[in-house]
């Protein structure tokens, strides 16, 4: 459903991509793992047609350059960028709603009352304005929305980033349940719950993929993937 061929990325001063492949089928998690500055954002980007890219992205077989931001998102092509994007005046009822105009008419996949039961906390405050929710309650706002939006590939952009561990189960313990109708493309430093979420994965570094494989072998390879990463070690999943 997604096939990224020779990617790369530039910046007035900086290679940010550089030549990366890989794909996305029908029913499958794939996540992209990587250091600060390692190009994720970059990809996701390019993907949605917001960054100037060169190779070629198809999604459902065509070119996104020939598509543009706006029919991606109406074909199903949800992005849920790096910071959220909650709006701040609307309540989080009204900013869940906001998917329904990304749903441009295609058929519902997850309803209000779906979201809310997928994040019970929301139900609480769903006359609570944007500027008045913690950055957990805005992740689950910015994901609520992307599920109303109906998604046929929908792409995160490091949900766990700056949450508390628990948010980051409600979380992950929601992207499961999305996970079983829904085509991820996940971006995540969060490697532990990342590989645990995913079918299959791929380590960058410095805009290049370093390793590839299912989420099973490369929890296998930790301690390679830990070197790449930066970490002290990465935990099997
Ligand atoms: N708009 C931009 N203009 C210039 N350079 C940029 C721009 N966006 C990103 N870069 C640079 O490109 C490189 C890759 O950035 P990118 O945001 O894609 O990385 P990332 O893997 O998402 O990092 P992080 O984990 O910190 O979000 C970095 O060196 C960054 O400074
Ligand atoms: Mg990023």
Redesign the pocket.
Known sequence: MLEVNGLH?R????H??KGVSFEVSENEVVCLL??????????L?SISQL?YCDGTIRYDGDDVAGIGTPELGRRGLIHVP?GRHVFPTLTVHENLRIGEIARAGRAAKYSLDDVYDLFPKLTEMRKRRGFALSGGEQQMVALGRALIAAPRLLML??PSLGLAPAVVSAVYKALAEVATETPILL?E?NTTDALSLSHRGYV?AE?HIVMSGDCTDLSDRSSIMASYLGQSDVENS
Do not use: M
Request: no cysteine; glycine share 16%.
């Open positions: 990325v910046y007035t001063a900086t940010a991509v990587g250091p600060n500055g390692a190009g994720k954002t970059s990809i980007r960054a790096e952009d490091e971006v430093q960058l805009g």
